[in-house]
């Protein structure tokens, strides 16, 4: 089977904001799933262009929506993720949360860039992980972008202020590399 990928938020939105979320579609066709936590997350009245695009990948079945049954093991660990974690282990926020509960309940894969909020509950339940920089370096192996197409797109995602762990998309790679 093929993995589904739990989008959080900031995930997501790294590609609203520079409408590229046509990369997602084209390299996860049918893999993509919004937490609803998450989709609430971009529901600001400030960023209505978010939400359209979000809901045209939703509308065009290029994303499903997936919401979290509140009598489910999935929920279960929702909550203590957001409300009461193990002892060393931080309250992350309800996007993340939904994502690795989701993706722990299915095997999915968690696509966050928050690395420092959900690195702990990725190596203790096991889950397979990628970032805004893996989504783009997988974009130019399969030949839909250039290194210098991800050069633009990454820079076009820091002036949007998104937090990316690198100045440019090919700093990004040769750190991969190292």
């Not at 909020?117 to 783009?136: A, F, P, R, V, W």
Request: hydrophobic content about 40%; aromatic content about 8%; overall charge negative.
């Amino acid at each position: 089977m093929i993995d589904s990928l739990f989008f959080d938020s900031d995930c997501i939105s790294a590609f609203l904001w520079v409408k590229e979320q046509n990369l997602l579609a084209m390299l996860y066709p049918g893999r993509i799933v919004i937490p609803k936590p998450a989709y609430d997350e971009l529901a600001y009245p400030t960023t209505p262009q978010l939400m359209q695009r979000i809901d045209s990948l939703i509308s065009n079945h290029q994303a499903t929506l997936q919401t979290i049954n509140v009598d489910s093991d999935t929920y279960d660990l929702y909550q203590k993720l957001t409300t009461s974690p193990d002892e060393g282990h931080k309250i992350i926020g309800p996007g993340e949360a939904a994502s690795i509960a989701l993706a722990k309940t299915v095997d999915g894969v968690v696509a966050s860039n928050n690395l420092k909020d959900i690195s702990s509950y990725i190596n203790e339940y096991g889950l397979k992980h990628i970032t805004t920089g893996d989504i783009l370096i997988e974009a130019m192996e399969k030949g839909f972008i250039t290194e210098d197409d991800g050069n633009t797109i990454w820079a076009s995602m820091l002036a949007k202020r998104r937090k990316l762990g690198a100045s440019s998309f090919s700093e990004y790679i040769k750190s991969k590399n190292k």
